[in-house]
């Protein structure tokens, strides 16, 4: 079908928005919907794109309730954590991004060079084109919608792929986005892994994935295909180091929150506890207390979200199961509900190395806690995990030394000192990973970039350039002028 026989509001677009489990035909039909709406907007200014990230804006809000509804009945998280985690975080990055839109666009001036001598050079954000956003179902709302603030900031059209694991909140979103926009600006498209695959056969500009490691590899293939760009937003084991001289409490509290908020299933979560052999007990007395302070005084752990599938439940439990089995202790009772796919906030000392929890991310309510003697060998351990370079790497220290040591001899994705999660709340921070954890940067300017080519230009006066200085025939006199600028050295 041509792309003009396609009028907004005509039945079948209307199809098309709605459909749960889209034909290939359906899919290349929105797409060139989008191609045709991306080269329009290359002409166009600024000014739509604040209206579309108004216009999102609005619809979160007039969404809130029926997304933080969603939420809770997909997997269980209560509306004030969704709030706090999601619709948050979202209406900031878009007041950001309204705050900055026209310094990110404009014109940067790349100064003179010697031999550009009579040219002005500058860069220019264009942007990509066609974007496809695949987002994964523990942050949902901010996965899908954040990337798409970042993508519409750009300049660009989106196509979303969100999770089937959190089936109600993925039909909100369509909803929500197909009341905020025009489907050749943005649509949301339905549907598992096959959904994702078909969409992966078009030529995207940009594909923008958050999700596992495993399938972020699969994207990247299928990427190569039309060397679309990519940015991975992935996982891997986050660790937390607490060091003899950290304060144990506060890093007690801090690590507490991170890692049992979204009961553990978040993807910058701290995966796992290095504490110096010193401090040990006393560290997990005050996560035992932290514990029973946030957790306990209401049953069965009212504010922890549960599991999202029966897959990640069983794997959940099998995998405590097998850590003590090797040798672990609990520190509290494990308590697993499972006609509510709910585990209690679960600490474990003395994980085995062979454990299934020590060698995959955990994603889940689980904590081991693990003991260091020096330095050089946690260093050694921390940057020579199978599972790659962290997402993220949490640093309880008062030692500026070791603070130092550990930021410059491993490698992360980000880095907090004395707190943990926060380097994603900080607007001008970019968030991502590093191979395996991630490729490229996500939110605010970063996060722009990624949706932009940033184009080099360079306006050459007619007549003398200085380059031409040195156009052949190689003369002696070239020779002798190309001598001379070694010399300079400039
Ligand atoms: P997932 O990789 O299983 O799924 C993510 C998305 O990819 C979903 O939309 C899914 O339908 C799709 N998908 C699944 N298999 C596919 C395939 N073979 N081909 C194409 N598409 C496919 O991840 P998940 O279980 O939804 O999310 C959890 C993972 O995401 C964890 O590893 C977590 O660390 C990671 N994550 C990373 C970030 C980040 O910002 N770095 C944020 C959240 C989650």
Redesign the pocket.
Known sequence: MAVSALNNNSAETKHLQSLANPTHVALHQLWELQKARAASNRTAGTEWRKTLLKKLYAAIELFEIRLTDAVFQDFGRVETETRIVEIYPLLTEIQFNLKNIEKWTKQHSAGRTIMTLTAKAWTKAEPKGVSLI??????PIF?TLGPLISAIAAGCTAIL?????TPKVSVVLQELVRDAFLPEEAAVVL???Q???AL?DLPFDHIF????????S??MQ?AAQHLSSVTL????KSPVIVDETANLKDAAKKVVWAKFVNAG????APDFVMVHHAVQKRFCEALIAEVMRAYSDKAPHHDLAKI?SER?YTRLKKAVEEAIGMGAEALLPVQAHDEQRAISPTLLLNVSQEALLMRE?I?GPVLPIKTYTNMSDLVHYLSTMPSGKP?AMYIFSESEVHQERLLAEVSA?GVCINDCLIHLVHKRLP???VNQ??IGK?KGEYGFWEFSNRKAVIKQKSGLAPFSLFFPPYTEEVKKRLDWLFKLKI
Request: proline letters at 2%.
């Open positions: 695949i987002s994964p179902w523990n942050y996965l792929k969100t999770s089937e694991l549907g598992d892994a959904s994702s695959q992966l994935f958050t999700g596992s490691t495993q399938v972020g699969i994207i299928r937003e992935l996982g891997g299933q978040t993807c910058i999202v990640h991310e994603f997402l994705g968030f991502g990973g954890s991630g996500s």
